[in-house]
Structure formats: structure tokens, C-alpha cells
């Protein structure tokens, strides 16, 4: 059964740092593309940096150039750095992971969360 387990997340001040880790069973190389999604009550889960197998990684405009997302191939992980933390980066943390399956279906992922507060 795939799983992935969130990490990482806390109470931060404006302008610090926290990292993100997610673990995943099985090989990260299962997966076309795994990523970090956020939501906030009220709100829509929304993409914020997402990791294809090959290619380029993605950013949301407002992460852009202050989060960096990378795998860990040593510890199976794909992992959210960020840093100089705004007060609207807080929300609850999502890990993703989509996979194609040899039938052509595209299955999705979800770790259970994990809350990050940027406050003073």
C-alpha cells in the first residue's frame, strides 16, 4: 500500500525557515510527479512546487525563488525547503504523489498533512 507521511511543520516567525520532508513507501521513482500542495480553511488545496520524474520542477508565484523542492533518492523523501516565511504561507501542508499505471490510469496520492504557522 502506498503511503506518504508529512513532517517538518511548526510555528515559525516572519522571515524564518522550516524544511518539509515526505516520506514515501516504495521507490520515489514510482512516481511521475510528487509534490506540496497547501490549503487554508475556506479555501481550495493549491499547488505550491511539484517535482516531475523528468523535467523541470514548478512553482506557484508566491513561492517562487523562497521554496525549493527536492528528492532525496538515498532517503526515498521529496522535501519542501522554505525560507523567508510570510504570515499567507501558513496552512496546512499537503504531500502528493501521482502515478500512471501500466493501464494508462493516473492514480493520486495523499500524505495526511501537516500544519505550518507562520506568526510573530
Known amino acids: 500500500q502506498v503511503q506518504l507521511v508529512e513532517s517538518g511543520g511548526g510555528l515559525v516567525q516572519p522571515g524564518g525557515s522550516l524544511r518539509l520532508s515526505c516520506a514515501v513507501s516504495g521507490s520515489i521513482f514510482d512516481f511521475n510527479v510528487l509534490g506540496w500542495y497547501r490549503q487554508v480553511p475556506g479555501n481550495q488545496r493549491e499547488l505550491v512546487a511539484s517535482s516531475p520524474r523528468s523535467g523541470s520542477v514548478r512553482y506557484s508565484d508566491s513561492v517562487q525563488g523562497r521554496f525549493t523542492i527536492s528528492r532525496d533518492v538515498a532517503k526515498n523523501t521529496v522535501d519542501l525547503q522554505m525560507n523567508s516565511l510570510k504570515p499567507e504561507d501558513t496552512g496546512v501542508y499537503y504531500c502528493?504523489?501521482?502515478?500512471?499505471?501500466?493501464?494508462?490510469?493516473?492514480?493520486?496520492?495523499w500524505g495526511q498533512g501537516t500544519q505550518v504557522t507562520v506568526s510573530s
Open positions: 502528493n504523489g501521482e502515478r500512471m499505471m501500466p493501464t494508462g490510469v493516473i492514480l493520486n496520492y
